[in-house]
């Protein structure tokens, strides 16, 4: 039996997070706020599956937690929630690709951002 924890590593490699990282940038320059509209990201962290999972709990996975250098200038470390919808965790259990999981870049509705605490959540379809 193969190692579910393989499959999600697998599936957030870095052609989906720097796929992110252009998401995340459209969305903020859409943004109709003048602070967070010159945000922009530039680098996320790879998770800590193994760190954070064992062989048994991974298929209750529902999160993964990262960093990511967000801000103006792409200078700020954040701490990255990434909230697996549906269908997104079913990809992620397959090994599959995470980028259709990707929500509508032009929206903000799947980030929430909290810039006094360098904190940020994304929810993935």
């Known amino acids: 039996m193969i190692d579910k924890r393989i499959n999600v590593q ?3 490699n870095a052609d989906f997070r720097s796929t992110l990282e252009f998401h995340l940038g459209a969305a903020f320059a859409n943004l109709d ?3 967070l509209s010159t945000f922009w990201c530039d680098g996320i962290y790879e998770p800590l599956i193994f760190e954070h999972f064992n062989s048994r709990n991974i298929t209750s ?3 993964l937690m990262t960093w990511a250098w967000i801000g103006p200038s792409a200078r700020d470390q954040y701490v990255m929630t990434i909230k697996l919808g549906r269908r997104s965790r079913r990809r992620a259990l ?3 690709d995470l980028n259709s999981c990707l929500p509508d870049a032009y929206s903000f509705d799947w980030v929430d951002i909290d810039v006094a605490n360098q904190v940020i959540t994304i929810q993935l379809d």
Do not use: P, S, V
């Open 10 to 12: 697998a599936a957030f």
């Open 33 to 35: 706020n003048d602070e």
């Open 61 to 63: 996975i529902n999160k």
């Open 94 to 96: 397959k090994g599959l």
